[in-house]
């Protein structure tokens, strides 16, 4: 099976900060890589699809990269309701399944 | 706009069986994508546990496939999960979802009532 390693698992910024998380596939997934967000007691909330592109109504400060085994994804000017927790999610088209990384937790420096 | 609901049991004996059902409203589920569960033990990440379409083709994540079941009911446009023999590790926020196959990702969630498994 396909693993996931997501890096790092908390990440201390500022507000106004630009911050970069990465995801890394032990195979290679071409562009099958959804990001989300968490707050806390709420469920995950669709970011980016396709590894890059960006869902309806989630802002441009929220930009996601990357092709195979590696991607990122990068959060500019960093605010207030951007602190929270980040996941990245692999699809297996062929079984289906899928798969998502430890989560990455934006924290208050 | 479409909504997923949960409901079941939130304290399930060890052993036992854990049932939950997803009622949908806004979408017909005969409409398309696939429909699952992801759970998610307090604290901690998130874990694919089922998918299923509506025709009934389901599918599972290989670490639960021998204990977990999922059925779709179209007639009250809902989905189920069953798991069988749980143990405290079975403790977490389960959430239902609509999971998007053309571009592989999770668009719609539940609220993920928290189901522990204690004595």
């Known amino acids: 099976d396909i693993q996931m390693t997501q890096s790092p698992s908390t990440l201390s910024a500022s507000v106004g900060d630009t911050v970069t998380i990465t995801c890394r596939a032990s195979?290679?997934?071409?562009?099958?890589l959804a990001w989300y967000k968490q707050k806390p007691g709420k469920a995950p909330n669709l970011l980016i699809t396709?590894?890059?592109t960006l869902e309806a109504g989630v802002s441009s400060r929220f930009t996601g990269s990357g092709f195979g085994t590696e991607f990122t994804l990068t959060i500019s000017s960093l605010q207030p309701d951007d602190f929270a927790t980040y996941f990245c999610?692999?699809?297996?088209?062929?079984?289906?399944?899928?798969?998502f990384g430890q989560g990455t937790k934006v924290e208050v420096k | 706009q479409v909504h997923l609901q949960e409901s079941g049991p939130g304290l399930v004996r060890p052993s036992e069986t854990l049932s939950l059902t997803c009622s949908v409203s806004?979408?017909?589920?005969?409409?398309?994508?696939?429909w699952g569960w992801i759970r998610q033990p307090p604290g901690k990440g998130l874990e694919w546990i089922a998918a299923?379409?509506?025709?009934?083709?389901?599918y599972f994540n290989p670490s639960l496939q021998s204990r977990a079941t999922i059925s779709v009911d179209t007639s009250n446009n809902q989905f189920s999960l069953t798991l069988r023999s749980v143990t405290a590790a079975d403790t977490a926020l389960y959430y239902c979802?609509?999971?998007?196959?053309?571009?592989?990702?999770?668009?719609?969630w539940g609220q993920g009532p928290l189901v522990t498994v204690s004595s």
């Open positions: 806004g979408y017909s589920i005969t409409d398309g994508y696939y």
């Open positions: 299923a379409y509506h025709t009934g083709n389901s």
């Open positions: 396709k590894a890059s």
């Open positions: 999610q692999q699809y297996d088209s062929y079984s289906p399944m899928w798969i």
């Open positions: 195979e290679n997934i071409r562009r099958w």
């Open positions: 979802a609509r999971l998007v196959a053309v571009t592989g990702s999770i668009d719609t």
